[in-house]
């Protein structure tokens, strides 16, 4: 055992990946319960919400669970270059009986700025958060860490891994290209050389001295024996745990993934702003060939797809959906959270024991 995870006081190198909007209270808990790292997702919702589901979390489990903000630099508004996305976005409104929106707002605070946000975490501890899109200020930071919060923060190359270990964060989260729902990406209009799992957690793991937890396209237990084979100190899944009736995915997203659409997956900028990778749907094809140019700000942008998906939905259309899911989406079960991290745990002992026998 990972002395990382000797110090956290968890079982197993397993942790539920933070995902917004989907992931939830009783999941988290559950997958802690079931000796994992239960997390939820913070980013999209405000202060008080944050504290409610922190304190629905602790209702559950008396065991560690993760909270993840997103630390994306503010949207910038534009507003001609809104008004010509919801002009292209018009027939798609249109043939739901739907008009969009007359205008677009920022639907969420960046954790950069939010001090109501940092004053909850403050104040509650949770026993891990993490950081997505960045990492904060380095007073944000030394008050988190002060209140005895154990830091974790996503990478997609070997530079944002070694701003994270500089900046005091304890522990990396190496997003590979695979992974499921937005890329960790510091600046989404940069270059991106696109790594795997499997590149960057050596990356990581060889060239930074923080412990790395692989991530992306990881949906059972041989998968994470292959992070741990890798160096990492554990593997943070996704996609894998969408299916889970615990879940708030809805019923479109969930017949998507345990079907076949989910042999396809689309990395596209075009629902929120940032690129993220989603189930091939009705959005990811009106979004082919589209200059990134013409979409609006993260989330400015996501408050349109936002308001296509739910016009779409009351007229029985789900493919509009942020169906976020990484490229193993095929291998999703639909399984309680805990009796699937009790699968992933023999799976993966399964997995290591092989390994040491042959
Ligand atoms: C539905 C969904 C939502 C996600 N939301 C977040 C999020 O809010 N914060 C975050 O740090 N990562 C988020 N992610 C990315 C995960 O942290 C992780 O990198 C990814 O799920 C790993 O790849 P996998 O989906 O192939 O397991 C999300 C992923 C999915 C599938």
Known sequence: ?????????????????????????????????????????????????TRQMIAAVRARTGRPFQVNVFCHKPAVADAAREASWLARLGPDF??????????????????????????????????????????????????????????LATATNLEEGKVIAAAGIDAVVAQGYEAGGHRGVFDPDGADDRLGTVALTRLLVRKLDIPVIAAGGIMDGAG??????????????GTVFVACPESSADAGYRAALLGPPAEHTVMTAAISGRPARCLANRFTALAKGIEREAIPNYPIAYDAAKELHAAAKAAGEFGYGAQWAGQGAPLARALPAAELVARLRSEMEEALSDRLTR
């Open 1 to 49: 055992m990972d002395p990382f995870l000797r110090k956290l006081g968890i079982e197993s190198p397993i942790i539920q990946a933070p995902m917004a909007g989907v992931s939830t209270p009783e999941m988290a808990a559950a997958v802690s319960n079931a000796g994992g790292v239960g997390s939820i997702g913070v980013g999209s919702v405000d202060a008080d919400a």
């Open 94 to 151: 249109a043939r739901y009986g739907a008009k969009p929106p007359a205008r677009l707002t920022e639907i969420y605070q960046s954790f950069l700025t939010d001090d109501a946000k940092l004053a909850v975490l403050l104040a509650e501890r949770p026993p891990i958060v993490s950081f997505h899109f960045g990492v904060p200020s380095r007073d944000r930071i030394e008050a988190l860490r002060a209140a005895g919060i154990v830091l």
């Open 224 to 237: 994470i024996a292959a992070s741990l084979a890798l160096g990492a100190a554990a593997a943070q899944l």
